[in-house]
């Protein structure tokens, strides 16, 4: 008869995870950590603080893709987990292969990234650089996880086995408010493959979002198609953002950033959909 197999459940799973992870950290001696803001780095930076204290610092990316009110949530955030925090301005839009927006438009980002956060990982005498990548992130079309894995840049979460859920659940229990914060991409994913990535369409894409969460949607994307701004929210927040005085208002507001027409996608917020093109060959992300 066949030993039958152990009884692990989840809490104990979760726990075992945390052990490895917190070995995993201890063993890097010093750590600076790619900190967005978002749910997984914000995890990591908290467990990094608890494990190594002054020896953890994170460091957020800022530059023209990324949203001021997410810079400042990361800082506000970083302050909450009492870890010493470093402003890096990045400069992709100078990189012609990165600006051009190929479908491997983030390798060129990520590669930029890495290599300033490596050099200020030098400047601080901090020995490793990690970011938030998980168990089950889908490598199959990560072309920043390609500039990572190129430049040794650590996947802890990922080596200890975590999951998005789990991380979710840390947090949670953690008291983090962004325990269920909806994945937020960087604002040139708004544009699609092969328009090219400007500082006014980046400006328009931030502007447009923020005037649609300002109307209480939580989960949104508005798509850049030159004159065109489509607005995507959950299908069932379709009602409420088509409803006259909620959109008159939205249409005028992001007319006014410069786009002539503006659309609610009848088919809602689907993550990823810009990547349809390229699904088969290569897989996709998540934009």
Known sequence: MAPSEPDVRPADATAAKMDRLRAILEGYHSL?????????????????????????????????????????????????????????????????????????????????LIGEMQRVAAQEGLAVLAYGELADDDAAFRPGRRAALAHNVKMPLAEAGFTKPEVRAQLRERGFPIWDKPATPCLASRIPYGSAVTVQKLYQVEQAERRVRSKGFRELRVRHYGDLARIEVPLADLPRLLSPDVFADLERDIRALGFDRVEADPKGLRPGHLNEDLRGATGGQEV
């Open 32 to 112: 600076l950590v790619a900190f967005s803001g978002g749910v997984d780095s914000t995890f990591l930076a908290a467990v990094a603080r608890e494990v190594l204290g002054d020896r953890a610092v994170a460091a957020t990316a800022r530059s023209a893709s990324l949203a001021q009110a997410e810079l400042e949530e990361a800082v506000a955030l970083a302050r909450r987990i009492g870890i010493r925090h470093l402003i890096v301005d990045t400069h992709e839009l100078d990189n012609p292969d990165y600006a051009r927006n190929p479908p491997d438009r983030c390798y060129y980002c990520k590669q930029d």
